[in-house]
């Protein structure tokens, strides 16, 4: 029998056997071949062959190895292969899709919990400051009327203390706004509360920002106004020192980074690895559980007697 007869692919056998005679090197391999058994049953093959003159005569000698088994095996395999592909893919869609869900349920805690501050701003603002003025203002009608000394050293002590608890109203109701949301310009948020900090509490805080910033997402400016007004007070409460740095700079490709340091006491191995188990040390825990709900990490750098930075990376998309 000729090779055209074995095979249950003639056509290519015969291409190949006359590219095989016709080329320089004089050999061909072939992969892949589908054959014929006496009983007409197809199977695969792999040949090797080589092409050579003899007596005149042209020659085909060449091995046939049956690739059955090992077919089966590497069809085996391309199944599992795209079984775990499929369940790879299926489990990256669920990731994305939890992930989604965790940004869009961290914005909408972001926006209540602001709601509410808002709420009770409003409330000092336009009810409690109204109050207090009203108070003074009686007060004051009644020292005009009042002769005794006593009573006038009295009256002039209870509006001191009303004048404080305007004072500190104020206070609070700034305290509470953040300023410049509907813009979404970090550097200004970031100088805004450097500028708190100074006035309040001393701290010199040095900032650096990158040019041109993009303007980022109402939920995520205030989320992260947040977290560097708390990772300042943390400086104020517990570095030690009256000095901080901030910088604010773009991240990959769509994305923001925002490091707070300081050259303060800092904290041990041990309160690191406390802060990782979910304790509840300097308020970090709490910091990295928002940070990641924005799909975001924080890195938090430190050692006894040589300064904290923490690092706060997050991706800009609004949720």
């Given amino acids: 029998m000729i090779n055209t007869k074995l095979s249950a692919e003639p056509e290519q056998t015969r291409q190949v056997s006359l590219n095989g005679m016709k080329s320089q090197s004089n050999s061909v391999n072939v992969s892949l071949r589908r054959h014929l058994k006496k009983d007409g049953t197809v199977f695969p093959v792999e ?77 000092l603002h336009e009810d409690l400051q109204q109050i207090l003025v009203a108070a003074r203002m009686t007060l004051g009608a009644a020292l005009v009327s009042v002769r005794n000394a ?11 203390m009303l ?12 305290e509470i706004a953040v300023p410049a949301v509907c ?13 708190q900090m100074k006035e309040k509490f001393g701290l010199q805080v040095t900032l650096t920002c990158e040019e041109k910033m993009q303007p980022v997402g ?19 409460k517990h570095a030690g020192v009256k000095q901080a740095s901030v910088s604010v700079q773009r991240h990959e490709e769509n994305g923001v980074r925002i ?28 910091i990295r559980e928002r940070i990641e709900g924005l799909c975001g990490r924080m890195q938090v750098i430190s050692a006894v007697g040589r300064g904290t930075s923490v690092i706060l990376t997050v991706p800009l998309c609004d949720v």
């Fill in 259 to 286: 490091t707070v340091s300081d050259s303060g006491c800092g904290f041990s191995e041990a309160a690191l690895a406390e802060l990782d188990r979910g304790g509840e040390g300097f308020g970090l825990f709490s």
């Fill in 47 to 123: 040949i090797t062959g080589r092409f050579f003159r003899m007596n005149g005569r042209s020659v085909h000698i060449a091995a046939i190895r049956d690739i059955t088994e090992r077919r089966k095996a590497q069809e085996f395999l391309e199944s599992w292969n795209a079984t775990l592909e499929c369940r790879v893919a299926e489990r990256t869609e669920e990731v994305g899709k939890y992930s989604r869900q965790l940004q869009a349920l961290t914005g909408r805690l972001v926006r209540a919990e602001e709601d509410e501050r808002q709420r009770i701003s409003d409330v």
């Fill in 163 to 174: 004048t404080r608890s305007l004072r500190l109203t104020r206070t609070l109701v700034q």
């Fill in 183 to 195: 813009e979404g310009d970090l550097p200004f948020a970031v100088g805004w509360l450097a500028e």
């Fill in 150 to 160: 006593a009573t006038q050293e009295t009256l002039a002590h209870v509006d001191s």
């Fill in 218 to 236: 109402q939920n995520v400016y205030i989320c992260l106004y947040r977290l560097v007004q708390e990772l300042l007070f943390n400086v104020v």
